[in-house]
């Protein structure tokens, strides 16, 4: 699976950014979906999941919830993270990664995912 997140840039605190992630892959509605991201000097941590299918089962980070939300489009092999009311503590590189096994209780580990993107670095402004 080839992964291309774009979206990211330089926002200041309070403003909202749209990630996207698009997938070249025959059968995108079979891939568990999520985003993580790594700040400098910081371990990878997990964002948001969304599960295959029709993406009834969604997983968000305590960080980010109620700010961020994950949603994909299956006729466009895509998934969106919308995030909103962005701190500074919100600056990174996001990730988004694909997983065809991953189960609902590993959504939000890392080892559950197979291919990965490039990342796309959101920078927030105080």
């Known amino acids: 699976v080839q992964l291309q997140a774009s979206g990211g840039g330089l926002v200041q605190a309070g403003d909202s950014l749209r990630l996207s992630c698009a997938a070249s892959v025959a059968r995108f509605r079979d891939y568990t979906m999520g985003w993580f991201r790594q700040a400098p000097g910081k371990e990878r941590e997990f964002v948001a999941a969304?599960?295959?299918?029709?993406?009834?089962?969604?997983r968000v980070a305590d960080t980010v919830k109620g700010r961020f939300a994950i949603s994909r489009d299956n006729s466009k092999n895509t998934i969106i993270l919308q995030m909103n009311s962005l701190k500074p503590e919100d600056t990174a590189v996001y990730y988004c990664?694909?997983?065809?096994?991953?189960?609902?209780?590993?959504?939000?580990?890392?080892?559950?995912?197979?291919?990965w993107g490039q990342g796309t670095q959101v920078t927030v402004s105080s």
């Open positions: 990664a694909a997983g065809r096994t991953v189960i609902v209780s590993s959504m939000a580990s890392d080892q559950a995912y197979t291919d």
């Open positions: 969304i599960s295959r299918g029709g993406g009834t089962s969604i």
